[in-house]
């Protein structure tokens, strides 16, 4: 039983929603951006008393204990009460209110985490079974700094646990900086929980979509899916959209180690909040060597996000509808506020002469941006899930869905507190929809002493940032060779026939097709796989097993777009100038930086290379998120010859959402299995921005 959206008399209604159907048997939802909306009456967040939040200690098995890796059945008593009890292992400081909950159910295997917030001050509670080690995987090591890329037909065997989670995804009602807003959450709880395991380790997702007025899917965002291609979870690319009331599973491998993080991945969904770290201990890492300067002794994790006040739907219909008359760029909707660990003045305790491991993650939508501690460094040590030599620095530049950790020294005595705080790069808000009362920066504070007062914000200077200096700790060299594929790409902006804002590259915008492209790959014949034409308009470049594939992306926008690449990493072996703030790259450097997000600057350019080693759809997409919804999005289909031979199983549930809604799992991309080049049934224009809301199911009432 779902919730409907508006309250009657102030009570919240319950409507019915099928376990399965087609979209159009739904009840039709209501929508407003104003309104409470909430899966349970009860779910609402409480408040917290003021504390601060307690270090995880590093390279051990943060997340369950190997003696309950899926015990799906945990109730939310015995979850609360084993968080209760883990807390123990963080500082004292950490009171926060594990029995402020009212989430029916649990999640396994993120039991020991809590979170609560208020408006003003946010305490999160983290803390972690220290004890279960990696004891149970002591063979398993695929350590990102000795094998960066893992050969697909040569991948080694897990041998780490299956760490299980039982998500529901449901609204929740929540206001981290005072504005109370419904948020797509997690088990009736938001922020959503991190998902931690080992290198080596399975994760497995069982989901559940409650949302009662949006389909949904999640992307984990910087792991390759090497095999699993089928778990990447783009909508209609490498999954059917997941309808209400229905279930779905996701399970892969954790061939990688570092920050990494999950999102949604339909109609800009993760907007409203359907966002958390992905974080991927691994016991080799270099800052668990001994001796050394930078072995850390405790690691937080510390997530930027820009919040809106309205719901993604009505933006994205805003943003691309015929109204929105910003010729110029778009005149993308500007965030309300700014977000450290989807909360405001969050504290981090910091003992003296401790070493922390700080994995900073940009989950927002549009803001790249700027994160300084005040008279503290920062020495990075990993860049999207790429181990680096450490480099340090004062200020860093984290584009949206970019990764790092660093590493801060405490200071030796805990003579004062000292603030932390991210600003906005507001180069893409435009004024004229910029929000009255706008807020671009966030405080936050490393607290030595709880009685010493808190320290006033302080004003940031950005500065200069380039990341391809960033030297990779493997020190791999140039991917080369005497056949190097080179695509390039051009970036506009434009309007369509419809008069709809649109992204395009290289002249072309995205638009979905009627079989995820996936399927599409897995059911062409040995003829027709590795034509381009059979794949219709999402942009398709199809790529030969093991090729070097080179993309040459040419910005003609005057904006920074941070590009995203699923599937891989690459080197950034090239990059124009883009005005002051970003210099260009002159040489390819011996050793360049890998990343899997990497920025272009406005009137400016990025070269990057990988190999095409990973057989599946990849998306290359500006994840700027109003962006991917006005189709600045490429689909890399590669080796979909060699992905055919592999036969990779597709679950059930893969089958079962597909059915639900009515979408083919055969054939080109207008759903012809009979004629292959006929391609008269795909669809060649974007959804009529009219009737266009994103994740919503069918559009609102014509008076919202
Ligand atoms: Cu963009």
Same mark, same amino acid.
């Given at each position: 039983?779902?919730?409907?959206?508006? *309250?009657?008399?102030?009570?919240?209604?319950?409507?019915?929603?099928?376990?399965?159907?087609?979209?159009?048997?739904?009840?039709?939802?209501?929508?407003? /951006?104003?309104?409470?909306?909430?899966?349970?009456?009860?779910? +609402?967040?409480?408040?917290?008393? $003021?504390?601060?939040?307690?270090?995880?200690?590093?390279?051990?098995?943060?997340?369950?204990?190997?003696?309950?890796?899926?015990?799906?059945?945990?109730?939310? %008593?015995?979850?609360?009460?084993?968080?209760?009890?883990?807390? %123990?292992?963080?500082?004292?400081?950490?009171?926060?209110?594990?029995?402020?909950?009212? #989430?029916?159910?649990?999640?396994?295997?993120?039991?020991?985490?809590?979170?609560?917030?208020?408006?003003?001050?946010?305490?999160?509670?983290?803390?972690?079974? #220290?004890?279960?080690?990696?004891? &149970?995987?002591?063979?398993? @090591?695929?350590?990102? %700094?000795?094998?960066?890329?893992?050969?697909?037909?040569?991948?080694?065997?897990?041998?780490?646990?299956?760490?299980?989670?039982?998500?529901?995804?449901?609204?929740?009602?929540?206001?981290?900086?005072?504005?109370?807003?419904?948020?797509?959450?997690?088990?009736?709880?938001?922020?959503?929980?991190?998902?931690?395991?080992?290198?080596?380790?399975?994760?497995?997702?069982?989901?559940?979509?409650?949302?009662?007025?949006?389909? =949904?899917?999640?992307?984990?965002?910087?792991?390759?899916?090497?095999?699993?291609?089928?778990?990447?979870?783009?909508?209609?690319? /490498?999954?059917?959209?997941?309808?209400?009331?229905?279930?779905?599973?996701?399970?892969?491998?954790?061939?990688?180690?570092?920050?990494?993080?999950?999102?949604?991945?339909?109609?800009?969904?993760?907007?409203?909040?359907?966002?958390?770290?992905?974080?991927?201990?691994?016991?080799?890492?270099?800052?668990?060597?001994?001796?050394?300067?930078?072995?850390?002794?405790?690691?937080?994790?510390?997530?930027?996000?820009?919040?809106?006040?309205?719901?993604?739907?009505?933006?994205?219909?805003?943003?691309?509808?015929?109204?929105?008359?910003?010729?110029?760029?778009?005149?993308?909707?500007?965030?309300?506020?700014?977000?450290?660990?989807?909360?405001?003045?969050?504290?981090?305790?910091?003992?003296?002469?401790?070493?922390?491991?700080?994995?900073?993650?940009?989950?927002?939508?549009?803001?790249?941006?700027?994160?300084?501690?005040?008279?503290?460094?920062?020495?990075?040590?990993?860049?999207?899930?790429?181990?680096?030599?450490?480099?340090?620095?004062?200020?860093?530049?984290?584009?949206?869905?970019?990764?790092?950790?660093?590493?801060?020294?405490?200071?030796?005595?805990?003579?004062?507190?000292?603030?932390?705080?991210?600003?906005?790069?507001?180069?893409?808000?435009?004024?004229?929809? =910029?929000? *009255?009362?706008?807020?671009?920066?966030?405080?936050?504070?490393?607290?030595?002493?709880?009685?010493?007062?808190?320290?006033?914000?302080?004003?940031?200077?950005?500065?200069?940032?380039?990341?391809?200096?960033?030297?990779?700790?493997?020190?791999? =060299?140039?991917?080369?060779?005497?056949?190097?594929?080179?695509?390039?790409?051009?970036?506009?902006?434009?309007?369509?026939?419809?008069?709809?804002?649109?992204?395009?590259?290289?002249?072309?915008?995205?638009?979905?097709?009627?079989?995820?492209?996936?399927?599409?790959?897995?059911?062409?014949?040995?003829?027709?796989?590795?034509?381009?034409?059979?794949?219709?308009?999402?942009?398709?470049?199809?790529?030969?097993?093991? @090729?070097?594939?080179?993309?040459?992306?040419?910005?003609?926008?005057? !904006?920074?777009?941070?590009?995203?690449?699923?599937?891989?990493?690459?080197?950034?072996?090239? !990059?124009?100038?883009?005005?002051?703030?970003?210099?260009?790259?002159?040489?390819?450097?011996?050793?360049?930086?890998?990343?899997? =997000?990497? +920025?272009?600057?406005?009137?400016?350019?990025?070269?990057?290379?990988?190999?095409?080693?990973?057989?599946?759809?990849?998306?290359?997409?500006?994840?700027?998120?109003?962006?991917?919804?006005?189709?600045?999005?490429?689909?890399?289909?590669?080796?979909?010859?060699?992905?055919?031979?592999?036969?990779?199983?597709?679950?059930?549930?893969?089958?079962?959402?597909?059915?639900?809604?009515?979408? @083919?799992?055969?054939?080109?991309?207008?759903?012809? &299995?009979? /004629?292959?080049?006929?391609?008269?049934?795909?669809?060649?224009? $974007?959804?009529?921005?009219?009737?266009?809301?994103?994740?919503?199911?069918?559009?609102?009432?014509?008076?919202?």
């Amino acid at each position: 039983m779902a919730f409907q959206a508006v *309250p009657v008399g102030g009570v919240l209604q319950p409507i019915p929603f099928f376990a399965t159907g087609r979209l159009s048997k739904f009840q039709r939802p209501t929508f407003g /951006n104003q309104r409470l909306i909430t899966s349970r009456q009860q779910t +609402v967040v409480a408040l917290a008393p $003021p504390g601060t939040i307690a270090p995880q200690p590093p390279a051990t098995c943060s997340l369950v204990g190997s003696s309950q890796p899926s015990s799906s059945s945990t109730s939310t %008593s015995s979850s609360r009460s084993s968080s209760t009890t883990l807390s %123990s292992t963080a500082s004292s400081s950490t009171s926060s209110s594990s029995s402020s909950r009212s #989430s029916s159910s649990s999640t396994s295997s993120s039991s020991s985490t809590s979170r609560s917030s208020s408006s003003s001050t946010t305490v999160v509670t983290t803390s972690s079974s #220290s004890s279960s080690t990696s004891s &149970s995987r002591s063979t398993s @090591s695929s350590s990102t %700094s000795s094998a960066p890329y893992p050969s697909y037909t040569n991948t080694p065997i897990p041998k780490g646990k299956i760490v299980t989670y039982n998500w529901n995804i449901t609204w929740v009602s929540a206001s981290p900086d005072g504005f109370r807003r419904p948020f797509v959450g997690i088990n009736g709880q938001w922020p959503c929980p991190p998902i931690k395991g080992n290198v080596g380790d399975i994760i497995k997702i069982n989901l559940v979509n409650m949302l009662g007025n949006q389909t =949904t899917t999640l992307h984990f965002h910087g792991l390759f899916q090497q095999n699993t291609t089928y778990e990447d979870g783009p909508a209609m690319v /490498n999954q059917c959209p997941i309808p209400p009331g229905s279930s779905f599973v996701y399970q892969f491998n954790l061939w990688q180690a570092g920050t990494y993080w999950y999102h949604a991945h339909v109609g800009g969904q993760y907007i409203d909040g359907l966002r958390g770290p992905l974080i991927i201990n691994d016991p080799k890492a270099p800052w668990t060597i001994p001796n050394t300067p930078y072995k850390v002794d405790q690691e937080y994790t510390l997530t930027l996000s820009d919040l809106y006040h309205k719901q993604a739907p009505y933006l994205i219909h805003y943003y691309l509808s015929a109204n929105n008359t910003d010729t110029t760029g778009g005149a993308e909707p500007v965030p309300n506020s700014n977000l450290i660990n989807e909360a405001q003045n969050v504290q981090f305790a910091m003992t003296p002469g401790k070493t922390y491991l700080f994995r900073i993650i940009n989950m927002g939508a549009l803001a790249g941006q700027y994160l300084q501690f005040d008279q503290h460094d920062m020495q990075i040590v990993e860049v999207d899930g790429v181990y680096t030599l450490p480099q340090t620095v004062s200020q860093l530049f984290v584009a949206v869905a970019q990764r790092y950790a660093v590493i801060v020294k405490a200071r030796p005595a805990a003579t004062q507190n000292f603030a932390i705080v991210s600003q906005f790069n507001v180069d893409m808000f435009g004024s004229s929809v =910029t929000p *009255p009362n706008m807020n671009p920066t966030c405080t936050a504070y490393l607290v030595y002493d709880g009685s010493k007062p808190l320290p006033a914000p302080f004003t940031l200077t950005p500065q200069v940032w380039d990341d391809s200096r960033l030297v990779p700790w493997d020190k791999h =060299t140039l991917i080369d060779g005497p056949n190097v594929r080179t695509i390039a790409f051009t970036a506009d902006f434009g309007v369509d026939n419809a008069g709809s804002t649109r992204g395009f590259l290289s002249s072309f915008t995205y638009v979905s097709q009627k079989v995820p492209t996936m399927f599409t790959a897995l059911t062409a014949p040995p003829d027709y796989v590795m034509n381009p034409a059979i794949y219709g308009h999402v942009n398709p470049r199809v790529l030969t097993f093991n @090729s070097i594939v080179e993309i040459d992306l040419n910005n003609h926008d005057t !904006r920074a777009h941070p590009f995203h690449l699923h599937g891989h990493n690459f080197q950034v072996i090239n !990059r124009g100038e883009g005005g002051t703030l970003w210099p260009g790259l002159d040489t390819t450097p011996q050793y360049p930086m890998r990343r899997d =997000t990497v +920025v272009v600057y406005g009137g400016s350019s990025v070269t990057i290379r990988f190999v095409a080693d990973n057989p599946g759809i990849n998306l290359f997409h500006c994840h700027t998120e109003w962006h991917v919804e006005s189709g600045l999005t490429a689909t890399f289909i590669e080796a979909p010859d060699v992905l055919q031979a592999y036969k990779p199983y597709i679950p059930n549930s893969h089958k079962n959402v597909c059915d639900a809604l009515g979408i @083919s799992r055969k054939g080109n991309a207008g759903g012809n &299995s009979k /004629n292959w080049l006929d391609l008269s049934n795909a669809n060649t224009e $974007p959804e009529d921005p009219n009737l266009y809301y994103g994740a919503m199911t069918a559009p609102p009432p014509p008076d919202n």
